[in-house]
Each structure stands twice: as C-alpha cells, then as structure tokens.
C-alpha cells in the first residue's frame, strides 16, 4: 500500500512524534565529551515555519479537550487584518502543507531504554503511541480518536512498514550530500550538519501538478550525534542513511524553500526507563501489519479525519 503524497503527511506521528514551536541559534559545541545517551526521556518538537495556520494551530493544547471550541475562541482572538492575512496566505498554500498543519502533532516524548523506545504524542484528532524494540526489530503502533472511542491497534516488524512509512528516501542517487564543519548543540547534544540538495532531473523533481509539490523534497539540512543511538531514527518518514542518532531535521519542499517542515529534540533528560513507561496500553483487536494493511490504513486514516466509523465498543485485552 503506497501512500499518496497527503496521506504521507497525515503519518508524520510515525515519525518518533514531533512538536510544535520556533528555533533560537545554538552556541558552538563544547570540546569537552559528552555521554552517550542510552537512558532517558526525550522530548521533540516540530513546526512548520511559513506556514499561515502553524501558529495559530501550535496553540491548541489536545490534553485539555475541546479542541473545536479551543480553535474558535483562538480565531476570535484574531484582529480583522489578521484574520485577512491568514485567508490570503491559505488561499497560496498546497492541499499538501494544509493537510500537514492540520494532523501534525505538535508534541512528542520519546521513553527509550537500551533497544527499546515508546514515543507518544496528541494530535487535533487522534492520539498515539509507538513502540519499537531494535534487538527484534519489532513493534506494536497504539492510535485512538481524540472525539470517540474509537481506535487501532497492531503490531509490525520494520521490513513489512519500511515502504509504507519511509515515503520520502534521500539517497545519493537522486541527492547531493555535503558533511559540513558546522557544529551546534541540540538539545545539549553537540550535533553535525549534512546538506542535501536534490540532483537536477532526479525522479520526483516535479510537482505532480498545478499548485502540488514534488515528490522529493528540493533540500534537507540534517544534524547527527554520535552521542544519540542510531535506532532512534527507526520510524521517521523522511529516511536519510545517517550512522548517528537525528537531532534535527529541516525539510525543504519548495525552491523558495517558503514551505519547511523542521524537527528537534527540545529536551533530553538521562534517567532510568521503567517497564510501564515503555508499555502501550492496548485494546482488543490487535492487527498484524503485514497481514492487514489495508484495514488499517481505512482505520487510521477514519482516525485522523474526524474519529472513525462507530463500531461495537472495545474490550481489555
């Protein structure tokens, strides 16, 4: 099941779950080491910057309900001129950048021990938690309507979703890669900068129509550390071959480089990781990906766009 290119930015909570808000410069990294990260919490954000509904949209908090009435009284806050500002730069905007701002969780904290990471987040319309183990490459994927009690469940390995979730793959073939010398913290981790410019006449250069994007982004700036395993990059739909763990990510969408998608830790807090905090709480049925694919992309995308069809309550596993 191929994604078309909305439907991919609908499935950006796969992504190890990003957050919302602006960036600050960084100070240079220190000379002195600093310890791998192995245990811990961390926290990402995302944003995406010129995008008219982003920060409008960055407001609304999923875990105190409401969400309609939480956008109505932030609309209302709006001055006559800005709301017209708004209206104008949406009427610019791809369906794609729409759709993005509007499913993006804005929010997400990683729980991660050894080989094992539980990521959660809130989006408007749905909740969800992902947890991954490395040692078997296996994982168990929790999605539940934020407005009905609806929800799916399911398990997966990382060669049946690899196709699926990695809708973007930056390889060398189609980019040009460049390892500069910048060095910034992220989150207290020192992190390197990669560039990557899509060649000209690679495949997925051109928008597919009138007012689209590509298929590939024009660019990325990607930032590694050492410091940050590997694994943790497990589910991101952007996939960048990368040997160090990703602390940042920049994507670029058009030539103007007007329409981004930027991700980061925010915080990364090394402590130890219990049991229940790498739990996902599911409920009954639980789906195998690799054998219901379809069911549940109907499902998540029912999710995701208002709550679902209503089904016979849920029971306890």
């Not at 994604?3 to 909305?6: F, G, P, Q, V």
């Not at 073939?173 to 890669?177: E, I, K, Q």
């Given at each position: 099941m191929r994604?078309?290119?909305?439907f991919a930015w609908s499935l950006l909570p796969f992504t190890v779950l990003l957050a919302a808000?602006?960036?600050?410069?960084?100070?240079t990294a220190p000379s002195d080491p600093v310890p791998a990260f192995t245990q811990g919490v961390i926290t990402t954000r995302v944003s995406l910057p010129g995008n008219p509904y982003d920060k409008l949209l960055s407001q609304v908090d999923p875990a105190k309900g409401n969400i309609q009435a939480q956008l109505q009284q932030l609309a209302g806050r709006l001055t006559a001129a800005e709301q017209q500002q708004l209206l104008a730069a949406a009427a610019?905007?791809?369906?794609?950048?729409?759709?993005?701002?509007?499913?993006l969780p804005r929010k997400g904290t990683i729980y991660c021990r050894g080989k094992e990471a539980r990521a959660t987040t809130d989006a408007l319309t749905y909740h969800l938690e992902n947890y991954f183990n490395l040692a078997t490459n296996k994982g168990l994927l929790r999605m539940a309507s934020q407005s009905t009690p609806q929800n799916v469940n399911y398990t997966y390995d990382a060669a049946?979703?690899?196709k699926t979730w990695q809708s973007i793959v930056v390889t060398d073939?189609?980019?040009?890669?460049r390892t500069t010398p910048e060095t910034v913290l992220v989150a207290g981790y020192p992190s390197q900068k990669t560039?990557?410019?899509l060649k000209?006449?690679?495949e997925g250069a051109k928008p597919d129509g009138p007012g689209q994007l590509a298929s590939k982004p024009v660019a990325l700036d990607v930032w590694t550390s050492p410091q940050i395993p590997q694994s943790l990059n497990f589910a991101h739909p952007v996939y960048v071959n990368q040997a160090h763990g990703i602390t940042r990510l920049v994507v670029y969408f058009d030539k103007e480089r007007k329409q981004q998608l930027r991700y980061e830790f925010a915080t990364v807090q090394v402590r130890p990781v219990t049991d229940q905090e790498l739990k996902v709480a599911t409920t009954a049925p639980v789906l195998d990906y690799a054998k219901d694919a379809m069911q549940i992309g109907v499902q998540a995308m029912a999710l995701m766009f208002g709550g679902g069809p209503k089904a016979p309550a849920d029971t306890e596993e």
């Open positions: 994604l078309t290119r909305s808000a602006g960036y600050s410069s960084e100070p610019n905007l791809s369906p794609a950048m729409t759709i993005g701002a509007m499913l049946s979703v690899e073939v189609d980019y040009t890669l560039t990557y410019t000209p006449g690679a």
